[in-house]
């Protein structure tokens, strides 16, 4: 009996270690079930009609179409399910990122099929992935008062490496400086459901893995760009609006176009850059029209949410992000576009925009649920009173902000030369992308906690003895190897 008791044990957690181990085994056998499917399945439709054609023989696909196609299968799908398994606003995110990818399987299959088209038509070819992009840039703007805004802007930011096809010759280094750009905002969704959700930490994985897979598709497939048909017609727009009759991601019918200058036939630089200079802003992208939560402050008679006659007076409109574009060299230079100053409040959200040398700028009427958006100020001043969500500043120069109290996040975006003075109790400042930025503490908000990332000359001043002592934020790390993990840790600055 008493060896029976002692070994009992040992075999149950032997069991238990063979499940886990028979459990692993069946996940890796699904995925690659998964994987011959999508390979396979050209056996299957070749005999339909109007099937895939590639080069004149109809049901074939190109390996790199199929390989295309497996990464759909597998990391794009892997991210789907968990974005369906959080629901809400990351699963509508992860639908617009689907279709996406399904457009460029689309482009890939008519660059498959088809030979390299002139410049000036190729720049139509690509619009259908450039909208989309744009598109999922815009949910994230329309949607920051979303509880998964984390999510939404490391989709948004990390969402422009689809424009690795309009790059050379190392497309796969620009997907993952796009995918770095994630990891800010991914961390935080870490840190926020660590110990609480695990189905946070599997999107996580999923969505950082989906561009790792990207990245060797391209390096296996288009190592130094997007590889074209040497042979077949040239691809044209009706060519890619022709539907399969099968395939797992047809390609959507192009949209409006969005691009109005044609770029030189004989620089494929100056189009890829005009194509996704958009792109590579990141945040930059949306800053027109669909932004719905900007502020504006101007004398009491030029208010236009007090004196609603003066919206029929008309003024420069924003310029739509879709047409901000660098012309080419042959295009009439665009007159400059003048923007007046506003303060306005449309439902919870304050809009400020387009100040200059406005130093008593106040606002005063807040509740608990209004959130204060900055945009495009300089050499201003603002005043918060009382006790709001959170407030954003974003591409502003020079700007003074103060404020009571905030009890969500204070967020610093793509700015520079900004000086923060906290009077109450706020929980987190962000400065992200920014050149100069002072934040003086109150006693009160000393626990305040100060994320960084892509800045310089960030100095955190705090009250001592009726003054203030300053603390620069560091810039520069050491990273070793300690035999079994990296530490980092920040290099002593002089002085």
């Given at each position: 009996?008493?060896?029976?008791?002692?070994?009992?044990?040992?075999?149950?957690?032997?069991?238990?270690?063979?499940?886990?181990?028979?459990?692993?085994?069946?996940?890796?056998?699904?995925?690659?079930?998964?994987?011959?499917?999508?390979?396979?399945?050209?056996?299957?439709?070749?005999?339909?009609?109007?099937?895939?054609?590639?080069?004149?023989?109809?049901?074939?696909?190109?390996?790199?179409?199929?390989?295309?196609?497996?990464?759909?299968?597998?990391?794009?799908?892997?991210?789907?399910?968990?974005?369906?398994?959080?629901?809400?606003?990351?699963?509508?995110?992860?639908?617009?990122?689907?279709?996406?990818?399904?457009?460029?399987?689309?482009?890939?299959?008519?660059?498959?099929?088809?030979?390299?088209?002139?410049?000036?038509?190729?720049?139509?070819?690509?619009?259908?992935?450039?909208?989309?992009?744009?598109?999922?840039?815009?949910?994230?703007?329309?949607?920051?008062?979303?509880?998964?805004?984390?999510?939404?802007?490391?989709?948004?930011?990390?969402?422009?490496?689809?424009?690795?096809?309009?790059?050379?010759?190392?497309?796969?280094?620009?997907?993952?400086?796009?995918?770095?750009?994630?990891?800010?905002?991914?961390?935080?969704?870490?840190?926020?459901?660590k110990d609480n959700d695990n189905r946070h930490m599997d999107w996580v994985r999923s969505y950082l893995q989906l561009w790792t897979e990207l990245q060797a598709y391209i390096k296996e497939h288009h190592t130094t760009g997007l590889v074209w048909s040497k042979s077949g017609p040239f691809a044209s727009e009706v060519s890619l609006m022709a539907p399969p009759a099968h395939g797992p991601c047809p390609p959507p019918p192009p949209p409006p176009p969005i691009f109005e200058a044609d770029t030189p036939k004989n620089n494929s630089s100056t189009m890829h850059s005009a194509l996704f200079a958009e792109l590579n802003q990141g945040e930059a992208i949306t800053?027109?029209?669909?932004?719905?939560?900007?502020?504006?402050?101007?004398?009491?008679?030029?208010?236009?949410?007090?004196?609603?006659?003066?919206?029929?007076?008309?003024?420069?409109?924003?310029?739509?992000?879709?047409?901000?574009?660098?012309?080419?060299?042959?295009?009439?230079?665009?007159?400059?576009?003048?923007?007046?100053?506003?303060?306005?409040?449309?439902?919870?959200?304050?809009?400020?925009?387009?100040?200059?040398?406005?130093?008593?700028?106040?606002?005063?009427?807040?509740?608990?649920?209004?959130?204060?958006?900055?945009?495009?100020?300089?050499?201003?001043?603002?005043?918060?009173?009382?006790?709001?969500?959170?407030?954003?500043?974003?591409?502003?120069?020079?700007?003074?902000?103060?404020?009571?109290?905030?009890?969500?996040?204070?967020?610093?975006?793509?700015?520079?030369?900004?000086?923060?003075?906290?009077?109450?109790?706020?929980?987190?400042?962000?400065?992200?992308?920014?050149?100069?930025?002072?934040?003086?503490?109150?006693?009160?908000?000393?626990?305040?906690?100060?994320?960084?990332?892509?800045?310089?000359?960030?100095?955190?001043?705090?009250?001592?003895?009726?003054?203030?002592?300053?603390?620069?934020?560091?810039?520069?790390?050491?990273?070793?190897?300690?035999?079994?993990?990296?530490?980092?840790?920040?290099?002593?600055?002089?002085?």
């Open positions: 009996m008493q060896y029976a008791k002692k070994t009992k044990p040992k075999r149950n957690k032997s069991s238990v270690a063979s499940m886990a181990e028979i459990e692993n085994l069946v996940e890796r056998l699904e995925m690659a079930v998964v994987r011959l499917e999508a390979v396979s399945s050209k056996f299957h439709g070749s005999a339909l009609p109007g099937g895939d054609i590639v080069n004149g023989v109809d049901g074939d696909l190109a390996p790199c179409v199929e390989a295309y196609d497996a990464l759909l299968s597998v990391a794009v799908a892997e991210y789907l399910k968990n974005s369906k398994a959080i629901g809400e606003d990351v699963e509508k995110h992860a639908e617009m990122v689907n279709a996406a990818f399904q457009a460029q399987r689309g482009f890939v299959k008519l660059a498959s099929t088809h030979q390299q088209p002139p410049e000036a038509d190729l720049a139509t070819l690509l619009r259908p992935i450039s909208v989309k992009i744009q598109e999922i840039q815009n949910f994230r703007e329309k949607n920051r008062g979303s509880k998964m805004f984390n999510h939404l802007s490391a989709v948004s930011e990390s969402i422009p490496a689809l424009g690795w096809i309009a790059m050379a010759p190392k497309p796969s280094s620009y997907v993952k400086e796009m995918n770095d750009a994630a990891t800010f905002y991914t961390n935080r969704v870490l840190k926020d459901y800053r027109g029209k669909d932004r719905k939560y900007w502020l504006r402050h101007v004398l009491d008679g030029q208010k236009t949410h007090k004196n609603p006659e003066l919206r029929s007076q008309g003024g420069v409109a924003r310029q739509s992000p879709t047409k901000s574009h660098t012309p080419s060299p042959t295009s009439p230079k665009a007159p400059p576009q003048n923007h007046f100053p506003v303060l306005e409040l449309e439902g919870k959200k304050w809009r400020v925009e387009y100040q200059d040398h406005a130093n008593s700028l106040v606002i005063s009427e807040t509740e608990l649920k209004h959130v204060v958006y900055t945009f495009k100020c300089s050499n201003s001043t603002l005043q918060i009173k009382g006790k709001i969500n959170s407030i954003i500043v974003d591409n502003c120069k020079k700007l003074g902000l103060v404020f009571d109290n905030v009890v969500g996040i204070v967020e610093v975006i793509n700015s520079r030369d900004i000086q923060i003075q906290v009077l109450g109790k706020v929980p987190t400042i962000s400065v992200n992308k920014t050149e100069g930025c002072h934040i003086y503490l109150s006693e009160e908000s000393l626990d305040c906690e100060i994320v960084s990332a892509k800045t310089s000359e960030v100095n955190i001043l705090v009250p001592q003895d009726g003054d203030y002592k300053e603390f620069p934020v560091p810039e520069q790390y050491k990273t070793v190897w300690d035999g079994s993990k990296l530490v980092t840790e920040p290099t002593e600055m002089a002085g």
